[in-house]
């Protein structure tokens, strides 16, 4: 019976070779849970002293009041982080932040796939579990009108997760990695006692198109978003979306269809209008009776339904004029509302009924734990 370290190494082998990815590329870490988040920690093997290591920084966070929600915590650690160089073009805050490179710009986005928190693995294939990995982030790329570069991944690996396992897996993310022009080019792995917990940090340029900020909106644009919206979960619409690659690209490459503001709807239209609101320093009102509700979704589930991964943004008035253009597209587009002024300096997301009541979709969005 082979020992534990020489079955890990075996897995290590057979995946970097499957990958084609020389084994110099891959690094070892542990990563820390304070309240849903994912930091990284100095570089360590997982060992009995890294888990008293993890335990003892979720008591801290705990301790010191960060007990709060993901997007709190998010700001927290943004506002902390202020010393950041000019290089770094997009700071934390967008959907990818850029740093510029020789004049060039490039950007970035890292997100998380946890078992029993993004996905149920009792219930999905590893295949459709590895193609979300990636094309939740490639969600992100298209949030920003960009372009997908590379790909890198990290995936903490149940201890008895299994050989042939790790190899399906990692083919479904690498097959749809390249699938979008966005090609896996390394990462890290490690085994551990928790549940499969997947990283997927992507790489995007420009190309020509100048990337859509969350803070651009202006008072008066129409609101829009594509696709479908709510019941992603019972739909399984979560697994298999496409992210809106083509459409973002289509629309930002012209000044009169280009969105002023954007984001993929991953947390729910309720707390990702509300980003948008936030960043542009306007207010949204939205009519429940124009949503486009997925398979008879309610008004309550398609703005507080995650995992859409549709766009959400803001235009010119004047560009819904043409609705045969975009329909050439290929994804439906649907005005939802418009950006109007704040009240008392305050940007606000309302939703209207069908009888005139206006709700206020504060804290009506879904969180990911
Ligand atoms: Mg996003």
Known sequence: MLGRHKKKNLCYNKLLSALSIPKLFWRKSIYLY??????????????????RHVQKQQDKFIDEGYNMREFELLNHIYRSNNQLPDSVTIAPGDDMAA??????????????????????????????????AVTRNLSDIAAMAAKPLAALATAA???????????????????????????????????????????????????????????????GDVICVTGKLG???????????????????????????????????SDGLARDLGHL?????VSAVIDAD???????????????????????????HAAIGSPGGWDALGVAITVIGKMVACE??????????????????????????
């Open 231 to 265: 019941k992603s979960y019972p739909t399984g619409h979560h697994l298999d979306f496409q992210p809106r690659l083509k459409i973002a690209r289509a629309l930002a490459n012209y000044p009169a269809t280009r969105p002023h503001c954007m984001i993929d709807l």
């Open 290 to 316: 124009k949503l486009p509700c997925r398979d008879h979704a309610t008004w309550q589930q398609a703005v507080g339904d995650g995992e859409d991964y549709e766009l959400l943004f803001a235009m010119d």
């Open 34 to 51: 304070p309240s849903g988040i994912i930091l990284t920690a100095p570089k360590t093997l997982w060992s009995p002293q890294a888990s």
């Open 157 to 219: 690996l149940p201890r008895d997760f299994g050989q042939d396992r790790c190899d399906e897996l990692f083919a479904a993310m690498r097959d749809t990695a390249s699938s979008y022009d966005c090609p896996l080019i390394g990462g890290d792995m490690s085994i551990w006692d928790g549940p499969l917990h997947l990283t997927v940090t992507v790489l995007a340029i420009p190309d020509g198109i100048e990337p859509v900020r969350r803070s651009g909106g202006k008072v």
């Open 277 to 281: 609101c936030e960043m542009s320093n």
């Open 99 to 132: 740093i510029t490179i020789n004049d060039s710009q490039v950007l970035t986005a890292v997100d998380q796939l946890i078992d029993q928190v993004h996905v149920n693995l009792k219930t999905t294939s590893l295949k459709k579990v590895g193609r979300k």
């Open 344 to 369: 008392n300096n305050t940007p606000a997301a309302i939703l209207r009924l069908n009888d005139g009541s206006m709700i206020d979709l504060k804290d009506r969005g879904w969180e990911h734990h």
